[in-house]
């Protein structure tokens, strides 16, 4: 930054007579109701992304990140070191970065400029550029339609030069969805004074899904339209925490295929709470389950067996076990195969059927969608499982933060209906 550009910032951010993050519910329509965003998925890089920065691009969505960041103009605004929020942005730094020089909280130079920590969970890539506020909007939503639009601050950071841009195309940052103070959601529920709550509806290539931070209901259409939030609501699971990151973990006691329980290592799926390694993760910068070898490779085998009758294709990157498409049925729930399931506390499971165990690379191949952990996939934390963006598509997931609690729907083409079917037309309030 030239030392030209450095003044204007500094008489910039000491302009600002009032700090915005303490704006609560700037420009909102009283009372305050949840709020509505749309979602897309990049098809060239599997990325999904969310339109809710004000008159920008949209940002790619990362269910474990921290922070909220974005490219900013020369001229910005910046949050002094002595802030309180700069202790914030310090503190929920990745543990893999470098922290620099200059920056920090408790400097005793009055004009200090607070450092934010930008993670690129792509590359897994860290940087540092100035923290700031970044202007969000967004639709009121009663569940069932956008009602009108409200804008309002949040706490981001820069994007950092260099490699970190290198995001899909088209995307402006990242919005971390973590359960930590600065991401998205917690900046939304304590700015507009909502519920600690988030539901997300991924949908699949071409499609528009949708999220709504604050609560409420959520309504797709269907023949009759459905309300499923509730429902979702009286039966969660507990989330896990790591305390080393702010990823969403849930506690899975075995993995069945075609109602067999594969044979795992004991407690391989188990998170080691005081490492911060293992257990069963969320991501939505994953394309594809992945999962360490010493779960995969027994899963692969169970399901290649329970598939043995299926005549097998050449198998296409990044997958190892392909079918010729012709040969499978189909169902209402996908590919007609073997299900997989996660098996859960208490007798539940989360069921794979065949449209989310397996994905159709080309019109004559339709490949196992689960991928084995390398050396060159990007694992923070090492998990046992991360459990993908394809096997989380066309499912609602309701995140409270609050009790720590998920709520998960299944597949909702069993309920003959999809992310892609949220009503975006503008409803009366
Ligand atoms: C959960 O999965 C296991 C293994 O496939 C199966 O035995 C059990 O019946 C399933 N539970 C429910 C409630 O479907
Ligand atoms: C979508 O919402 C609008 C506004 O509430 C409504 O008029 C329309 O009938 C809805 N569309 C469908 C297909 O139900």
């Known amino acids: 930054m030239s030392r030209h550009v450095r003044t204007l910032v500094l008489v910039f951010s000491l302009l600002l007579v009032s700090p915005p993050w303490t704006l609560a519910g700037y420009q909102q329509h009283p009372p305050s109701k949840p709020i509505l965003a749309r979602l897309t998925k990049d098809p060239s ?8 920065k004000y008159g920008g691009a949209p940002l790619v969505v990362d269910l474990a990140g921290p922070l909220l960041w974005t490219r900013c103009p020369p001229v910005h605004r910046t949050i002094p070191c002595r802030s309180s929020v700069c202790r914030v942005a310090n503190r929920n730094h990745p543990a893999s970065c470098a922290y620099t020089s200059g920056g920090q909280p408790g400097s005793t130079d009055r004009y200090c400029v607070c450092t934010a920590y930008p993670y690129n ?3 897994g890539q860290c940087g540092h550029a100035d923290a700031t506020t970044v202007t969000l909007s967004a639709s009121a939503t009663d569940g069932k339609n956008p009602l009108f639009p409200v804008s309002f601050y949040a706490v981001g950071s820069c994007a950092p030069d260099g490699p970190l841009t290198s995001l899909t195309s088209g995307a402006a940052g990242v ?13 939304v529920a304590s700015t507009l004074k909502v519920a600690k709550e988030f539901a997300l509806c991924l949908p699949g290539g071409g499609d ?9 209901p959520f309504q797709l259409l269907a023949a009759p339209p459905v309300e499923l939030a509730e429902g979702l609501r009286k039966d969660p ?26 044979p795992l290592p004991r407690r391989a799926l188990d998170l080691n709470a005081r490492r911060g390694t293992g257990g069963v993760t969320l991501s939505t910068v994953t394309p594809y389950t992945t999962l360490r070898s010493d779960i995969y490779r027994p899963l692969r085998k169970a399901f290649d067996a329970a598939t043995s009758g299926i005549p097998r294709a050449a198998p296409v990157k990044p997958f190892d076990m392909c079918y010729q498409a012709s040969a499978l049925g189909s169902t209402r729930l996908g590919f007609a195969v073997a299900n997989i399931d996660l098996m859960l506390d208490g007798g539940r499971n989360w069921t794979l059927p065949g449209g989310s165990s397996l994905v159709q690379v080309n019109e004559q191949t339709v490949c196992f969608a689960f991928l084995e952990m390398g050396s060159t996939t990007v694992v923070p934390g090492s998990p046992a499982v991360i459990l993908g963006g394809f096997q989380l598509e066309n499912h ?14 299944g597949l909702l083409a069993g309920i003959r209906t999809g992310c892609s ?5 503008m409803g009366t309030s």
């Open 421 to 425: 079917n949220f009503n975006f037309t």
């Open 45 to 52: 890089t599997s990325l999904y992304t969310i339109s809710i």
């Open 175 to 187: 919005a971390g969805l973590s359960r930590l103070p600065l991401s998205l959601p917690s900046q």
């Open 396 to 409: 609602l997931l309701l995140f409270n933060l609050e009790k720590g609690t998920l709520g998960f729907s």
């Open 237 to 262: 699971l507990p989330l896990l925490k790591n305390p080393m990151n702010g990823a969403y973990y849930f506690r899975v006691i075995g993995v069945a295929v075609n109602l067999v329980r594969v």
């Open 208 to 216: 528009s899904g949708a999220a709504i931070f604050g609560g409420g």
């Open 121 to 123: 969970p792509v590359t």
